[in-house]
């Protein structure tokens, strides 16, 4: 029987979904909009796109494989020491909860019953929870954050790729540059949205990261224009 995935782990895999649909928007619209500022020729923009999109979407697999794992082993190594400490220190680790609780403002003796009462039923998940802020039970997982971002990274990064192929040469770079701050919107408000932040800093942040990249992109095209 396959093992149920928490909502912690989904939300991990949407971020990395979110986060790689992002980059691909940003990454590949940056390379297009700065080479369509060199020349005209469609084929040209085509493939420097295309060859964005392969790169980038090896690239963001990979980092963010890394860095999960990288969350992955300090959760391991923070979930081990808590172990060896509730063996050889269990009234340090009962008076770390106990105090935390305490300092919440709740009466000594509700904070030693919910202590006594958390500390018999799981001890290494109280620990961990409250010291570290996880849950030992349910670790982050590395590859499926890693597939997510490969398959949402050239998914992201096709909308700027056929507005600027797609388009007549006279609309194009306005038609990249106007679905490209849509999209950024799009995945600004999704960001924000799983990490339950303010929705309107992430989509004007995303937006004006976007136009930036796009408008420095294309200026140091036409240096090259021909």
Request: overall charge positive; cysteine-free.
């Amino acid at each position: 029987m396959s093992k149920k995935i928490s909502l912690s782990q989904k939300i991990n895999v949407l971020r990395a979904g979110v986060m790689g649909a992002n980059d691909g928007i940003l990454s590949v619209a940056g390379i297009v909009i700065g080479v369509a500022g060199a020349t005209s020729n469609n084929f040209s923009i085509f493939i420097s796109g295309i060859a964005g999109m392969l790169a980038g979407t090896v690239s963001m697999a990979m980092g963010e494989y890394v860095s999960v794992s990288t969350q992955k082993d300090s959760q391991e190594v923070a979930t081990a020491d808590s172990e060896f400490n509730l063996k050889n220190n269990y009234d340090d680790e009962y008076a770390f909860v106990y105090n935390k609780y305490l300092k919440t403002g709740i009466s000594s003796t509700l904070a030693s019953k919910a202590t006594t009462e958390m500390m018999t039923a799981n001890p290494l998940t109280t620990i961990v929870r409250e010291k570290y802020g996880f849950n030992p039970e349910v670790y982050t997982d590395p590859y499926a954050a890693a597939i997510a971002s490969m398959i949402s990274f050239p998914i992201g990064s096709l909308l700027p790729l056929l507005a600027i192929t797609m388009f007549p040469a006279k609309y194009k770079v306005t038609a990249t540059f106007i679905s490209v701050i849509i999209a950024l919107a799009i995945t600004g408000f999704s960001a924000a949205t799983l990490g339950n932040s303010n929705r309107s800093k992430a989509i004007i942040r995303n937006i004006v990261s976007g136009v930036l990249t796009m408008l420095v992109t294309y200026f140091i095209g036409t240096l090259f224009a021909h």
